[in-house]
């Protein structure tokens, strides 16, 4: 049966994103086929789309970092035509075909079963951004941040990590700062549980070695200078957890942090991090994320729509989540 799907192509032109069809003959390898229902579009399905970032490694690709569906064939020992099913990363739409298509094929290894928790389209409202923000929630936890200990800070706060991680933190019992440019989201931002905003204009300037300890513990999504202020900031035995690029690569920050106020900074990487770790994330997320509060800060948009959002994610003009509705 054909199937539509997004497919990336650069020629000396330039790149272009063009609707395919496709048949089952045309996906890579792998012993898993699934019939895509959701998938959703990621900070990075935005670099690779607008060709803003060095995301796509072999051309061309269909793009889409996730996908959530339901197995249609298997020779895995590990799946069974019926099982429901979720991919994040592991090269999908930098190297492997990816979410933008109604149908995928990859190894079984890198699926993940849907948690009875939530709906297909939740797994996507949840996505790799959401996975993310409950692998740096661990993160704060595996290195003995309690509530007790004072405020997290969440940067890039009304942004998909950001508005999760808010969730599972005031699920958590712990007290949120939100920092975000869209001071206009303050109602949105406290409905999913921050207690305060900060303009994020207050951590995107060169930092000083050490400033006024303000918080014990953060969710960075934004690194570059805003990382450097968050370390800087942060109460002595605190713990940071960084995951994003959102103002830049670079951390342009001192050791002082580290050396005199014994603060942790905890990498977090979820594109290729070993499967029992997506378990212990996925099973943290079962257990803590409100799904209403998962439907409030999600919206699903039409798989033609797709293109348009990847702009509108690098321009951050969007909020919380969106769920790419691939078979609707
Ligand atoms: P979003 O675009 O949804 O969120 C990013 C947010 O960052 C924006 O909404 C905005 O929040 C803030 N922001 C954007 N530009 C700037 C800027 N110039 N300076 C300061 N803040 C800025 O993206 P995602 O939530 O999907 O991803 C967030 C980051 O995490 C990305 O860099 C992404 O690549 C990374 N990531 C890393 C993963 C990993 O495995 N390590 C996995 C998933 C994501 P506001 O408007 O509130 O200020």
Known sequence: MPFRALMLSKTDAGQSADFVELTEADLMEGDVTVRVAASTVNFKDGLAITGKGPVVRRWPMIPGADFAGEVTASTSPDWAPGDKVILNGWGCCETHYGGYAGMARVPGGWLVPL??????DQAMAIGTAGYTAARCVLALERFGLMPEAGPVLVTGAAGGVGSIAIVLLAAKGYTVIASTGRVSEADYLKGLG???????????????????????????????????????????????????????????????????????????????????????????????????????????????????????????????????????
């Not at 948690?115 to 297909?120: E, K, M």
């Open 115 to 120: 948690p009875s928790a939530f709906t297909l």
């Open 194 to 328: 921050a207690s305060d905003i900060i303009d994020r204009a207050e951590l995107s300037e060169k930092a000083r070695p050490l400033g006024k300890e303000s918080w014990a513990g953060a969710v960075d999504a934004v690194g570059s200078h805003t990382l450097a202020n968050v370390l800087s900031r942060t109460r002595y035995g605190g713990v940071v957890a960084a995951c994003g690029l959102a103002q830049g690569l670079d951390l342009p920050a001192t050791v002082a942090p580290f050396i005199l106020r014994n603060v942790t900074l905890a990498g977090v990487d979820s594109v290729y991090v070993a499967k029992p770790d997506r378990l212990d994330a996925w099973e943290m997320l079962a257990e803590t994320l409100d799904t209403a509060k998962l439907d409030a800060l999600s919206k699903t948009i039409a798989f033609d729509d797709v293109v348009a959002a990847a702009h509108d994610i690098m321009a951050g003009k969007v909020r919380g989540r969106l769920i790419v509705d691939i078979d609707g």
